[in-house]
């Protein structure tokens, strides 16, 4: 199996947002946890951008904006959550909608309301398959 796109990186963000879970626990605002992985992230020297704009493309054109919640190294977007029901599909395609319109390759999904940190890693392969669109060729 082949290494994983800026692996360690991911693995860095993942044990930071554990470390922000084990000390405040969940039942915060996700602004909260915002503000804690910043922190955190800040106090193990890695570079980020807190609501940072990025542009969203649209077969070349720029058509708007969209703002993450946090980006790290400008590789990868964090898209923080604060849900005690979980993850559902809609937040996978939310982060995966991110990555397809941004072109950043990586993104974790975080989700601070559950008793355990719930985070879910996704990447944007060089040739997407498009399941919403039935007439791609395979």
């Known amino acids: 199996m082949g290494k994983l796109l800026f692996e360690s990186l991911s693995h860095e963000v993942i044990g930071a947002a554990m470390e922000v879970h084990r000390t405040l626990g969940y039942g915060f605002l996700e602004a909260v946890y915002e ?6 992230l800040a106090l193990r020297n890695v570079k980020l951008e807190r609501q940072k704009q990025l542009p969203v493309h649209y077969k070349g054109l720029n ?15 964090l898209e ?12 996978h ?3 995966i909608n991110y990555l397809v319109a941004t072109g950043i390759q990586v993104g974790l999904l975080l989700n601070f309301g559950r008793p355990s940190l ?19 060729k395979k």
């Open 118 to 136: 719930e985070y879910k890693r996704f990447t944007k392969t060089s040739n997407p398959k498009n399941p919403r669109n039935p007439r791609q």
């Open 80 to 91: 923080l959550k604060a849900l005690s029901k979980g993850l559902a599909r809609e937040h």
């Open 63 to 77: 058509v708007g904006h969209y703002v993450a919640d946090i980006v790290v190294e400008d590789v990868i977007i």
């Open 93 to 95: 395609a939310q982060i």
């Open 35 to 40: 503000n804690a992985l910043a922190h955190e």
